[in-house]
């Protein structure tokens, strides 16, 4: 028999009494190579003009190449966030403004808003309940005349279905962008996550499985794309005007997003503890999920057949009717047992202002007013069951980026777990 004040929430004594040590991939390393460049005195070796180093100084083009004999791709354009990237991929792929491109509601806000920054409007599509990634029923279905590009996040730590997204690319003749900054690593049947798409890439900010503090890593096998992300993350049109004339050479919009050395040292540094640092995720992550196993109504991250995840977030969902209590509750009541970095929801990126009220410049409809107002009006209604259900009723997670998570720590979250499920009677009758 358990009694209701057993439970922290009610008084009892927490699970978990001193703070998880944070997760950091910064070490002496780290400090030696940014030192070494400090040093040199050549911070930066960027130019914005015709010449080598129109591309960068010897750490940027270094980090480059490590990147892409890493992932196996011909080119790595690095940026200074992912942000950046995102948007230079955008503007790589040269669609005419106004028109569609499908994506998530359940990602970052800069998968969309690097969307909106070109003039292009988003359209949000539904999401797998499994994996949290794009459902590809969903994007189908959200496909009109006027769709040019699909912007797929990797969600979480795991691959989208990214055979079926290239297969529905084939078929709609769209472009295909995959935002894997969450799952450096993550594999599907063999390729790295990021690297299947036209244009995909990685962040290296300070929350991600590595990091320069700021930064980002654009990858692509198509030459094409790859020069003009050159050009657009360094003011394009300055070098351009130097060269031959061509329909891109001339009038790409270009701007600075150019990554410093000292980043691109501490980034290709970084690069060599991924591997540790995604195995460390995954060890912790598998434990934590074989301790949850016979917890009924919470189910643990689920990991599609072919993909290898790397745990961003730990994502649980709750059969809220079978348990008979709120979300709200159980983690109110995990938090007081010491559980950190929980986080109830996700985005639900439809639902912003921004997007809902169509509100990206101050009193203009751009990009909205270049779609049919039917359309328009149909994109500021649509709701996403699947999203909407998990973010207001079922779903949480847990930040596993934040901490370590040693053994002991992962065996004390089991105990709080555990403890919570064992009142939840207590909980029920609160
Ligand atoms: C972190 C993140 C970004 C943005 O990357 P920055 O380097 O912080 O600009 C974009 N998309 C997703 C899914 C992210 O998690």
């Known amino acids: ?93 040269g669609l005419e403004p106004g028109s569609e491109v499908i994506t998530s509601p359940w990602t970052m806000a800069a998968t969309a808003t690097t969307i909106l920054h070109w003039n292009l409007v988003p359209v949000f599509s539904d999401i797998d309940p499994n994996t949290f990634n794009l459902d590809i029923g969903s994007v189908e279905s959200n496909i009109s005349s006027n769709t040019r590009a699909i912007v797929s996040p990797d969600i979480f730590g795991q691959s989208a279905n990214i055979e079926l997204l290239i297969k529905l690319c084939q078929k709609y003749d769209l472009k295909l962008i995959s935002d894997t900054a969450q799952s450096p690593m993550a594999t599907r049947n063999g390729y790295f996550a990021g690297t299947k798409a036209d244009i995909g890439g990685f962040s290296f900010n300070y929350h991600k499985h590595i990091q320069s503090g700021e930064g980002g890593m654009i990858v692509t096998n198509n030459s094409e794309y790859a020069e003009r992300l050159q050009l657009l993350r360094n003011h394009g049109e300055v070098y351009l005007s130097r060269l031959p004339k061509s329909k891109w050479k001339y009038g790409i919009l270009g701007m600075n997003m150019r990554l ?38 919470l189910r643990t991250p ?110 004390l979250l089991v105990e709080a777990f555990q403890k919570v499920w064992s009142n939840l009677d207590h909980l029920r009758s609160e």
């Open 1 to 93: 028999m358990t009694s209701k004040n057993d439970l922290a929430l009610f008084g009892g004594k927490k699970v978990i009494t001193s703070p998880f040590k944070d997760f950091s991939t910064i070490d002496e390393s780290d400090e030696h190579v940014a030192m070494k460049v400090l040093k040199s005195k050549r911070l930066s070796q960027y130019i914005g003009d015709k010449g080598q180093f129109f591309l960068g100084g010897k750490e940027v083009r270094n980090l480059e190449n490590k990147f892409a004999r890493f992932f196996q791709v011909e080119s790595a354009i690095s940026v200074n966030s992912w942000t950046s990237g995102l948007w230079a991929a955008i503007g790589a792929l």
């Open 260 to 297: 410093g050395e000292i980043e691109s040292a501490i980034a290709a540094n970084q690069l060599d503890k991924l591997e540790t640092s995604v195995n460390s995720r995954r060890q912790s992550a598998e434990a934590f999920t074989k301790g949850l196993m016979n917890l009924d109504g």
């Open 302 to 411: 689920v990991v599609e057949q072919g993909n290898d995840h790397v745990y961003y977030v730990f994502g649980l969902d709750l059969d809220v009717d079978l348990l008979g209590v709120k979300r709200e509750k159980i983690v109110r009541a995990l938090e007081s047992e010491g559980v950190m970095a929980l986080e109830i929801g996700y985005q639900n990126l439809h639902l912003l202002p921004l997007f809902r009220e169509q509100l990206t410049y101050k009193g203009n409809a751009l990009p909205y007013s270049l779609i049919s107002r039917k359309r328009a009006n149909f994109l500021k209604r649509q709701s996403l069951p699947i999203a909407e259900s998990l973010h207001k009723k079922s779903f949480f997670g847990i930040g596993w980026c934040v901490f370590e998570y040693s053994q002991t720590e992962v065996q």
